[in-house]
C-alpha cells in the first residue's frame, strides 16, 4: 500500500510542479511516468514496486481466466442440471491451500523480506561522522519549507548559521543528513527524485539521508495533507557538484555572520543536533 501511495505522489507532484508539459498532449501513461532517480537507493523503491506490480498482475490475470472460465464450463447451456458444492471436499481444500501457500510465499514474503533488508541495509544506516555528511535541519509551517546549515563553529541554532526557504542547496556525491519538524500541524518533506519521504511532526524530529548522484533542479513537496494551501507547499532541491557548494557555502556563511541579527528571535527556530 505504501509503495502504491508513493506511485500516486509520483503522479501528483507531477501535476503540481509541471513535470508534465500539457502543450506537448502527451498520452495518459505519460501521467504515469515515474521522475528519474537522482539518489543512489531510489532503485530499490522502483524494484520493489515493479516487483509487485508485475505480482498483482499476474494473480489479476488468473483470478479473471478462473472466473470467466469457470462461468463458461458451468454455463445453463453446457450445464441442464445444476451442480451444487460447498468447497469441502479435500481436493478443493488442497487447492486453496496451495493457492494460499504460493501467493504468501511468492509475494507477500519476498515483499515484507526485500523491504526489511533494504531498510536495515540501507535506509536505517544513517552516515557516520567519519563520512563527513552534510547536516541540514529543516522546519515545516503552513506553506512553506526553512532549511538551516551549521556555519563554521558546526553548532547549530547559533549566529553564523546559514538559513534559506523554497530552496534547499546540496552537493552531489556526498552524503545528507536531515532532521526534519514542524512549526505548526504536520507535514511530510517529500522528494519524488530519491524515492523516499519523511513525516514533519511538531514537537518531534525525525531523520532522513540520502546521496545524490546527478546535478539539477528538482521539486520538493508536501505529502501530506496539511491546510487549505497544501496544494502550494513546494520547494527546490538544487543539487551542485561539491566544488561548486563549497563556494556557495563560503560566501553564504560570510553573509549569515554579517547579517545576523540576535533581537529577532524567529530567526532562531534550529535545535542542537544530537549524536544518534
Known amino acids: 500500500m505504501a509503495l502504491m501511495m508513493q506511485q500516486f505522489n509520483f503522479f501528483l507532484s507531477q501535476i503540481l510542479f509541471s513535470q508534465i508539459n500539457v502543450s506537448e ?12 532517480d537522482i539518489s543512489t537507493y531510489g532503485h530499490l523503491s522502483d524494484w520493489l514496486f515493479d516487483y509487485i506490480t508485475v505480482s498483482i498482475t499476474i494473480s489479476f490475470i488468473f483470478v479473471c481466466a478462473g472466473l470467466f472460465g469457470f462461468c463458461y464450463y458451468y454455463s445453463a447451456k453446457r450445464n441442464k442440471v445444476p451442480y451444487y458444492t460447498y468447497g469441502y471436499k479435500k481436493a478443493h481444500l488442497k487447492i486453496t491451500l496451495l493457492i494460499g501457500l504460493v501467493v504468501f510465499f511468492a509475494i507477500d514474503s519476498m515483499i515484507a523480506g526485500i523491504a526489511n533488508k533494504d531498510i536495515k541495509e540501507v535506509f536505517w544506516k544513517f552516515p557516520t561522522a567519519d563520512e563527513n555528511p552534510l547536516h541540514v535541519e529543516i522546519m515545516a509551517q503552513q506553506w512553506m519549507w526553512n532549511f538551516r546549515y551549521e556555519g563554521s563553529d558546526k553548532e547549530f541554532n547559533t549566529d553564523d548559521d546559514i538559513t ?26 517529500y522528494i519524488p527524485f530519491i524515492r523516499n519521504k519523511v513525516d514533519a511532526i511538531p514537537g518531534r524530529v525525525t531523520r ?29 532541491l538544487v543539487v551542485m557538484e561539491i566544488e561548486d557548494f563549497e563556494k556557495w557555502q563560503a560566501s553564504a556563511n560570510v553573509l549569515a555572520k554579517n547579517g545576523s541579527d540576535p533581537s529577532t528571535v524567529e530567526n532562531y527556530w534550529g535545535w542542537k543536533w544530537e549524536k544518534q
Open 25 to 36: 498532449a502527451p498520452s495518459i501513461w505519460s501521467a504515469f511516468k515515474r521522475p528519474i
Open 164 to 189: 534559506t526557504n523554497h530552496i534547499l542547496y546540496v552537493p552531489k556525491g556526498r552524503k545528507i543528513e536531515y532532521r526534519v519538524s514542524s512549526k505548526d500541524v504536520i507535514h511530510s518533506f
Open 208 to 236: 532522513l539521508w540520502v546521496e545524490l548522484t546527478k546535478t539539477g533542479t528538482y521539486d520538493i513537496g508536501c505529502a501530506e495533507m496539511c491546510g487549505t494551501a497544501h496544494y502550494k507547499m513546494g520547494a527546490k
